[in-house]
C-alpha cells in the first residue's frame, strides 16, 4: 500500500461543475499538505499549499485538510475546460530536508 | 525566461548505453532534485542536494548518479540503461528553508524511451 493514495479518474464534468479531488495518507507525520496541476506534457505546478489541518481559499481553489481522518481535497468551483489536467497531492512531514511524498494523480476533464 | 529547464527533452536509447540528463535553475535556489514519473504518473523523488551537497538518496539502482558542479546545475547520469528506467524525469528545485512553503518548481520533464 502506498503511503499516499488517490483516485486516478479520470473524471470527466461539464464545465461550470464543482469538482472535488481527494487524498487518502498513512503516515501521521505528515504536516504541510500541497496540491500541483500538471498539463499533459508539461512540469507540475503549485496549485494550493496548506499546513496542518483547515481550509484554505483562493480563488474557484479550495484545499481542506483533515488530519484526524488523513484525508485531504482539493474542490474547484465553476470548472473551466482549461482546468483539464492531472491533479497530485503531495505532502511532506515537518523536519527539513523538504522531501515531498505525492499521489498518483487524479486526471480530470472538463468539458465544454 | 525558463526557470527549471533541462536537456534533452526527448531521450530513445538502446538497451544497455549510458545517457546523461542535464538540468540548470536560474531562481538562486539552493535545493535541487531529481524525480522519476511512471507511466501511471505516480512521481518518486530519487535525488536532492542543496548546495552541491546530497541530501536525500531514495532507493535507486547505483546505475543512476546525480552530480552538481554547482548549485544552479543538478544532471542525472545513467549507466546500462534497462527497460524498466522508462519513464518521464523531472528536475525541480527550491529554496531550502524548513519554514519556507516548500513550492518546488519543476522543468518540462524529459521523456526517456529504452527500446
Known amino acids: 500500500q502506498k503511503e499516499v493514495e488517490q483516485d486516478p479518474g479520470p473524471l470527466s464534468v461539464p464545465e461550470g461543475a464543482i469538482v472535488s479531488l481527494n487524498c487518502t495518507y498513512s503516515n501521521s507525520a505528515f504536516q504541510y499538505f500541497m496540491w500541483y496541476r500538471q498539463y499533459s506534457r508539461k512540469g507540475p505546478e503549485l496549485l494550493m499549499y496548506t499546513y496542518s489541518s483547515g481550509n484554505k481559499e483562493d480563488g474557484r481553489f479550495t484545499a481542506q485538510v483533515d488530519k484526524s481522518s488523513k484525508y485531504i481535497s482539493l474542490f474547484i468551483r465553476d470548472s473551466q475546460p482549461s482546468d483539464s489536467a492531472t491533479y497530485l497531492c503531495a505532502m511532506r512531514q515537518g523536519n527539513a530536508g523538504n522531501m515531498l511524498t505525492f499521489g498518483g494523480g487524479t486526471r480530470l476533464m472538463v468539458k465544454p | 525566461d525558463t526557470a527549471v529547464s533541462q536537456t534533452p527533452k526527448y531521450l530513445v536509447t538502446q538497451m544497455g548505453n549510458d545517457k546523461s540528463i542535464k538540468c540548470e535553475q536560474n531562481l538562486g535556489h539552493d535545493t535541487m532534485y531529481w524525480y522519476k514519473q511512471d507511466s501511471k504518473k505516480f512521481l518518486k523523488i530519487m535525488f536532492s542536494?542543496?548546495?552541491?551537497?546530497?541530501?536525500i538518496n531514495e532507493t535507486v539502482p547505483n546505475r543512476f548518479s546525480p552530480k552538481s558542479p554547482d548549485k544552479a546545475h543538478l544532471n542525472l547520469h545513467i549507466n546500462s540503461l534497462e527497460l524498466g528506467d522508462s519513464a518521464v524525469y523531472f528536475c525541480a528545485s527550491s529554496p531550502y528553508d524548513s519554514r519556507a512553503k516548500n513550492i518546488q518548481y519543476f522543468g518540462a520533464g524529459t521523456r526517456l524511451s529504452v527500446l
Open positions: 542536494y542543496n548546495n552541491k551537497e546530497l541530501i
